[in-house]
């Protein structure tokens, strides 16, 4: 048996004698073969190659809770946004997830986890006294604050704003005000007309003028304020008129981008 193995050994070593480049070329491939085949092996341990997992539905769920589900099924998480605030989600409930809950995946996938904050973002309240309603309404909004209101009380001056309430109670400025508050811009309606009838008719004069006159002097007055209502009237008319074009101007803005919109995707 020996022999034969010596035998074959000689014989081999005469062909690569006489054959080395076929005999080296042959060696190659072979070794080729097989770091392919070990680095196939590798993939399919490193990738999980036929290894998939179905991933689970965590929405709506406390982050605590989806973790434990998540790690459960051996699979792994990260927070991928945890700033914004959302007032549907309770604070630290899982918004979104990604990949989708139900698809299959490779455990070496990533979830990514979109978490809603514990709190509101805090804003300080801007300083609104004596401007007028529709700026400070605006100037709000556009801080971030979600619910603001606007209400009109009888005073001289129309359209300033007097007062700013937060959730009901009066509030300084540069207070911190969360932005799911309820605030309400209270204004003057310009219905009260600052006119004092003893400014007219003075009593420490009454014993000095006769009835006619005084009579007159009513007349006045009467006359005086029914022109400062009529006037204080036109102004809120006036002012209704204007709110009504910006609305129907706005409208035509939106329809204006809405056929723009059209032809882009026309054009597209």
């Known amino acids: 048996m020996s022999n034969n193995n010596d035998k074959n050994t000689k014989g081999f070593d005469r ?6 480049i ?4 042959a060696l ?3 070794a080729l073969v097989a770091l392919g085949y070990i680095a196939l092996l590798f993939i399919d341990v490193f990738t999980s190659h036929g290894q998939q997992v179905q991933v689970p539905d965590v929405r709506n769920m406390p982050l605590e809770k989806a973790i434990d589900i998540l790690e459960d099924a051996g699979l792994r998480w990260e927070i991928s946004d945890s700033t914004s605030f959302y007032e549907n989600y309770k604070p630290g409930a899982v918004i979104d997830q990604d990949p989708k809950a139900k698809s299959y995946i490779k455990k070496i996938r990533i979830i990514y986890l979109k978490v809603n904050a514990m709190h ?15 700026q400070g309404v605006a100037m709000l909004k556009a801080m971030g604050f979600k619910h603001v209101d ?13 007062q700013v309430t937060v959730d009901g109670h009066n509030v300084a400025p540069s207070t911190g005000v969360s932005v799911n508050s309820q605030i309400k811009i209270i204004v003057g309606d310009g219905s009260i007309v600052d006119l004092n009838p003893e400014q007219i008719l ?16 009513q007349e006045t007055y009467e006359q005086e304020l029914k022109e400062a209502q009529e006037r204080a009237e036109l102004e809120r008319k006036l002012q209704s008129s204007e709110e009504k074009k910006d609305k ?7 329809k204006k981008s809405d056929k723009d919109k059209d032809k882009d995707k026309k054009k597209n």
């Open 15 to 20: 062909f690569r004698d006489r054959h080395p």
């Open 22 to 25: 076929l005999v080296n070329s």
């Open 28 to 30: 190659m491939v072979l």
């Open 120 to 134: 509101a973002p805090i804003i300080p309240l801007p300083k609104l006294v004596d401007l007028p309603g529709r």
């Open 150 to 162: 606007m209400d009109s009380v009888p005073s001289e001056m129309g359209g300033l704003i007097l």
């Open 202 to 217: 003075d009593p420490a004069m009454m014993d000095s003028i006769d009835e006619a006159n005084y009579k007159d002097a």
């Open 248 to 254: 129907e101007k706005k409208k035509d803005q939106d």
